[in-house]
């Protein structure tokens, strides 16, 4: 496989594709350029389980219903990317830009569990009054954080400003060694990692921390969404029986000291395939 032919995707992903329900319509949108919470910004490998030798593509995303493939990035709206296999750095992507995906392409010197991570910059501006309320309840936002922007006299713009987190696991040749990649936080303002020995079960991480009560929105390829909420310790469980593929994704907003100030949100979303792991 040449590495500049990201655009060929596999067998396993168009099936993955096809089990999804179709959207009504597209919006000719980029990739980290809506905050809408409906548009999801992941990342899906060609592939979750890969030989060894093999080139690496994974397609980076925006898409009103996962695993479809819709609004491409630029590269330069990437602030930070990573992988990791095996335990060993991978070193730097190769990126290809398309309509639909930004692809990263890699070849792995090693083999064992695989994470590559990627965030974008942070985009700012504002909402119109009448679209605060939507808006909100698109990021889910808290009932605290409406009060605190509907309280403000007069009839203000909402100011907001998002970055997208995205996360993908999968394995070069196997999974069962290296294992502790996906236990290790990349550095990413909002993240999952695994737990050891747990396959089900993941930590949600807001600046390296765990994250009690925090929504949690699972997606699967032709089944309802599930809403969870991550427990004391900031675990998530995932239902034993989605062993497919699946993306978890969270939004944390962060509340400006004013309620005039700058609401951000900071989006969070991990691809995975539960057989594999």
Known sequence: MRRNMPLTLSNQVKRILRSGVLCASLLALSVFATPAMAHKTFLMPEKFAWDDGETVHIALTSSLKYPELQFGAKRDRIAFSSAVVGNHDAGELSFVEAEEYLTASFTPAHKGFAVVAMSSKSRAGEIKPKDADGYFDEIGASADVKQAFSELAGDPPLHRSYSKHAKAFFCIETCSSGQEAGEKPVGQPLEFVTIKGAKNRFILLRGGKKLPGQNVTMFS??????????????????????????????VWITMPEQADGVYHSDYATLTLNMADL
């Open 221 to 250: 390829p032709g089944k309802d969404d599930v809403d969870l909420v991550t427990d004391r310790d900031g675990i998530v469980t995932v239902n034993a029986g989605d062993a497919g593929a699946i993306m978890l994704m969270s």
